[in-house]
T-cell receptor, first 114, second 112 residues
């Protein structure tokens, strides 16, 4: 069973469109994350939810809106897509307890905006 | 800035040699973690070292942590072609227990 799964794996879309990426974890973790990895492989955290509550919201355009319907799911909706949004987006989860332990990552969604 | 720093940015070695990657960070940390990323794949956790630990081993991996110098190193012994990947360090900020500060990664190529 895949621990952290995200769909779709590839997404090619035109500028101006709205798209969503879905993420689910079956590890029972209480914290989920969205990361963006650019072409230079720099990994930047975008959002983090703990028990469905937003706890980290980095400087991200408000065209990006996360939604966590329950602890096991964290979806990312992107409005009015721009060329600069092209990147690989990773979902991850971890168990926090007293402090963050290891993070488990999904396989990534490669978003290409044309 | 958000990220830690790693060096070297790229490393190319022959199979059987040891590979050493370094990571530096700027704040006080709770723990430091190393991850591996194969091309086109997600990151996989390798090892975690707590701030009160100085050295940790896992198979062919050896991690050291020097909190006075705010640095860590990852040593892969007897490297194999399958070790070819990018390696990232991530420091858990002691002031914010839910935020990992990521390094830029070291791209390791192990030539057969």
């Amino acid at each position: 069973d895949t621990a952290v799964s995200q769909t779709p794996k590839y997404l090619v879309t035109q500028m101006g469109n709205d798209k969503s990426i879905k993420c689910e974890q079956n590890l029972g973790h209480d914290t989920m994350y969205w990361y963006k990895q650019d072409s230079k492989k720099f990994l930047k955290i975008m959002f983090s939810y703990n028990n469905k509550e937003l706890i980290i919201n980095e400087t991200v355009p408000n065209r990006f809106s996360p939604k966590s319907p329950d602890k096991a799911h964290l979806n990312l909706h992107i409005n009015s897509l721009e060329l600069g949004d092209s990147a690989v987006y990773f979902c991850a989860s971890s168990s926090t307890g007293g402090a963050v332990t290891e993070a488990f990552f999904g396989q990534g969604t490669r978003l290409t905006v044309v | 800035s958000q990220q830690g720093e790693e060096d070297p940015q790229a490393l190319s070695i022959q199979e059987g040699e040891n590979a050493t990657m370094n990571c530096s960070y700027k704040t006080s940390i709770n723990n430091l973690q190393w991850y591996r990323q194969n091309s086109g794949r997600g990151l996989v956790h390798l090892i975690l070292i707590r701030s009160n630990e100085r050295e940790k081993h896992s198979g062919r991996l050896r991690v050291t942590l020097d909190t006075s110098k705010k640095s860590s190193s990852l040593l892969i012994t007897a490297s194999r072609a399958a070790d070819t990947a990018s390696y990232f360090c991530a420091a858990l900020n002691a002031g914010n227990n839910r935020k990992l500060i990521w390094g830029l990664g070291t791209s390791l190529a192990v030539n057969p």
